[in-house]
């Protein structure tokens, strides 16, 4: 079943930078939605913990160059 993870993401400055955010975290395996709100520096992600975790996710929003943390 899936599971729902959201993190704080800081230093997006524009709608360009949450775009490349989503496109990232849409590339891995087991991602059914991702999210990204640059307004309120959030990303939303669902997911399919067989295939994907947190920490997989949250490093992946860091290899775009964003500092992430999760928050639930
Ligand atoms: Mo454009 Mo957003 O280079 O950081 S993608 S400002």
């Known amino acids: 079943s899936e599971r729902k993870a959201l993190y704080s993401v800081i230093g997006m400055t524009c709608s360009a930078c949450a775009g490349s955010v989503e496109k990232a975290i849409k ?25 994907v975790n947190e920490e997989a996710i949250r490093e992946t929003i860091e290899d775009v160059g964003f500092q992430a943390t999760l928050m639930q």
């Open 27 to 51: 590339r891995l395996p087991g991602i059914k939605e991702a999210v990204v709100d640059v307004l309120n520096n959030r990303a939303q992600v669902l997911f399919y913990p067989a295939f």
